[in-house]
């Protein structure tokens, strides 16, 4: 990422992270925060960075605390692993993928519980 104009620790990854997590796209979070598509596509590679005012809004938009923008963007989780299903589709499979991620970066599932795979979800946390 290069260095930008706006909020200085600004970590794209964890807006495109939240987006995944709340099933939205680029489009509806930029119809949902008055700003151009192009706007967030920028936020989201990183191009461009989000007036600490905007990065506030997406916050309050987003249901999310404001310092998880600034957090180091980690994943430890591995293969995710899923039950064959013709009718899930790839963003579903993104999301839940994207939640678990969040759940253990989190600490909402403890580390020694992310190599135990779940019989009921097939999924590995």
């Known amino acids: 990422m290069t260095t930008c104009t706006g909020s200085q620790g600004f970590k794209a990854e964890r807006?495109?992270?939240?987006?995944?997590?709340?099933?939205?796209t680029n489009f509806q979070l930029a119809a949902l925060a008055n700003?151009?598509?192009?706007?967030?596509?920028?936020?989201?590679?990183?191009?461009?960075?989000p007036?600490?005012?905007?990065?506030?809004?997406?916050?309050?938009?987003?249901?999310?605390?404001?310092?998880?923008?600034?957090?180091?963007?980690?994943?430890?989780?591995g293969k995710a692993y899923f039950r064959s299903n013709a009718s899930s589709l790839k963003r579903g499979r993104e999301m839940l993928k994207a939640r678990m991620e969040w759940a253990v970066d989190g600490g909402i599932i403890p580390r020694h519980y992310q190599g135990i795979r779940s019989r009921r979800f097939g999924l590995a946390f």
């Open 15 to 24: 807006l495109q992270q939240v987006l995944r997590v709340r099933g939205l």
């Open 35 to 49: 700003v151009s598509n192009a706007a967030v596509g920028e936020w989201c590679n990183g191009s461009r960075l």
């Open 51 to 77: 007036s600490l005012e905007t990065a506030k809004k997406l916050s309050d938009l987003l249901n999310v605390r404001p310092e998880i923008f600034m957090k180091e963007y980690k994943t430890g989780l």
